[in-house]
């Protein structure tokens, strides 16, 4: 009697006789886990009839897959690209650095004053990210106006914003961490989702042999 099976359980109490570990097996374990029904009747072999899905069925079912693991792919591509930007965001920073006369003005300052020197080391100046727009301005005027640069070194000495880091640019490094984690989260899940599909692959490539039977 063909009846709808939507789960392995159901399956094995249908056709007892059946193998409990047999790579046919694992397929339909796999197809119903991911919300798959068959139908099937007893023919007296080692394996019943499969009525349903179809070859063309299951072919289908195959492209709509490939189709889904092609936006992921696209997708996982795009985050390892995030992610590799945000790891190598100072590496990228120190090579656009020398391309700003900005840069070789701070370091002929670093110099020839020592005042100057003095006070980028106590604020730890992002002169290497020179290149990057958020930190241009901030740099240009510590290079550039003494009442700036004296303010920012007395508030990173006394500001309880500062109290754990005398770092001026520490949002720099926050904020590639921040990214890196996060493109990582999105690539981990990704690369889950991609594994997930081979295995439904995997099994309806198995499933659609034993339709032509």
């Known amino acids: 009697m063909e009846k709808v099976i939507a789960s392995i359980e159901s399956f094995d109490k249908m056709f007892p006789k059946l193998p409990k570990s047999d790579e046919r097996r694992d397929a339909l374990k796999q197809y119903f886990a991911s919300g798959g ?21 299951l072919d289908r079912k195959m492209k709509e897959l490939h189709e889904k693991k092609k936006i992921y792919s696209s997708k996982l591509s795009d985050w ?5 930007s945000a790891s190598h965001y100072h590496q990228t920073q120190q090579l656009k650095k ?8 701070h370091m002929a300052k670093t110099i020839s004053d020592p005042d100057y ?27 550039t106006d003494l ?5 920012l070194v007395e508030t990173v000495s006394t500001s309880i914003a500062y109290k754990k880091s005398k770092k ?9 961490d921040f990214r890196m984690n996060a493109s990582q989260k999105e690539i981990d899940d990704l ?3 991609m594994g997930e599909l081979e295995k439904i692959e995997k099994a309806l490539k198995e499933i659609q042999k034993w339709s032509r039977e």
Request: charged letters at 40%; a positive charge.
């Open 168 to 176: 001026v640019a520490k949002y720099a490094d926050d904020l590639k």
């Open 191 to 193: 690369e889950k989702k």
């Open 117 to 143: 020197k003095k006070d980028s080391e106590k604020v730890k100046l992002p002169a290497h990210l020179v290149g990057d727009d958020r930190w241009k301005p901030m740099v240009k005027m510590f290079v």
């Open 80 to 84: 390892k690209k995030k992610h590799s």
């Open 37 to 57: 029904v068959v139908k099937a009747f007893d023919i007296g072999g080692k394996w019943p009839k499969l009525t349903y899905p179809s070859y063309l069925v």
């Open 147 to 151: 009442d700036y640069r004296k303010q």
């Open 98 to 105: 020398l391309k700003e006369p900005l840069y070789w003005q």
